[in-house]
């Protein structure tokens, strides 16, 4: 019987649904495929996307009003052929301070959006498929509809939730993913031996005054007394836990929870999920191990598995660039779970 041809002797082709300004991109690139085509809504993280790939056919559209088929033909394929599609359904819908009140099935435009991945899953046929989402998504009877709908067509699929700080990305992060195929039994990556520190992803950089990398030497705004504050927290994990009560501020002092705000990433543990407030020392753990400082953009995009070159506008503004790291895939968690399929893929085709 002739073999069919090794999945290594030809191009591994991808798609990317919702591809914000290219975390999931990049991680497709480093486990071996060709994102042939991407799809993004938001202007900033177009340009963004368009900086770092500019290989990549990207739309710049609602996905709602875009035609399956015709990203399809435009990338030169047919029904079947495509090797992944992947993509992360905005997730702010889904997101734990939304779901406190034990509500999962969260009232919110952007979870339907889920139902807009499985129409390009329908229409496409990928031989496999892998979405990333929040925890929460797990329970919603919209993605467990998606997975029956995936049983019906002949996909096998797995889902686990799971830390990325697993996966070689310095931060703790727990996501949810579902890995999808209709040519091979689909299985989770292994997890690395050991967890990547603040301290190695960090290591070498230079201070934000010393910088040429604008990213980085973007400059922080606090006041005299914040400040202070900040100059007082111990180095190296400490928290507005520690210091005396003279020194708290009034709000802290009216709440016992979110103790991490104001609080000191430690150099030899992975940092806390870095999220779209991570430029301010009152959203989160943002403080930077040894310096009065919150951690810069830069540093925030690399705690969230970016290179250190990889490209931002800052005439976008930190709000925005933080919003698109906050929100960004990280790439060596997407990494892992890509060459996971691929090597089901290669398997497969060596049969």
Aim: glycine letters at 6%; aromatic letters at 6%.
């Amino acid at each position: 019987m002739t073999r069919a041809p090794r999945t290594d002797n030809r191009t591994l082709r991808a798609i990317d649904l919702f591809s914000g300004c290219g975390g999931l991109s990049l991680g497709l690139r480093r486990a071996g495929f060709t994102v042939a085509a991407a799809v993004e809504i938001d202007p900033k993280a177009q340009e963004t996307y368009r900086l770092n790939h500019p290989k990549v056919r990207l739309y710049g559209r609602d996905i709602r009003d875009l035609s399956p088929r015709q990203v399809l033909l435009e990338a030169g394929l047919k029904p079947g052929e495509l090797d992944l599609l992947a993509g992360c359904p905005p997730c702010q819908g889904f997101s734990r301070l939304r779901t406190m009140n034990k509500r999962t099935a969260v009232r919110d435009d952007r979870n339907n959006l889920v139902a807009d991945f499985f129409r390009f899953v329908q229409a496409i046929r990928p031989k496999t498929v892998m979405l990333e989402n929040v925890p929460a998504l797990a329970k919603d009877a919209r993605f467990l509809k998606m997975r029956r709908q995936l049983h019906a067509l002949g996909y096998k699929t797995v889902v686990h939730v799971l830390d990325a700080a697993d996966y070689a990305v310095p931060q703790r992060r727990k996501r949810l993913i579902m890995l999808a195929s209709n040519v091979h039994e689909p299985a989770i990556a292994d997890k690395v031996r050991r967890r990547v520190t603040v301290r190695q992803a960090l290591s070498g950089l230079r201070k934000p005054v010393e910088a040429s990398d604008k990213l980085h030497a973007l400059a922080e705004k606090r006041t005299e007394h914040v400040r202070r504050l900040i100059a007082l927290i111990p180095k190296d994990g400490g928290s507005r836990c520690d210091l005396p009560e003279r020194y708290r501020l009034e709000c802290h002092k009216r709440s016992d929870g979110f103790s991490d705000v104001y609080g000191r990433m430690a150099w030899d543990d992975v940092s806390p999920t870095i999220t779209s407030g991570c430029h301010n020392p009152s959203k989160g753990r943002f403080l930077h191990p040894s310096q009065n400082r919150t951690i810069t953009l830069r540093e925030a995009a690399i705690l969230q598995g970016f290179p250190r070159r990889y490209r931002f506008n800052v005439e976008h503004g930190k709000e925005a660039i933080a919003l698109m790291i906050g929100n960004a895939l990280p790439p060596p968690f997407i990494a892992a779970h890509a060459k996971a399929l691929r090597r089901g893929l290669e398997a497969r085709e060596t049969d």
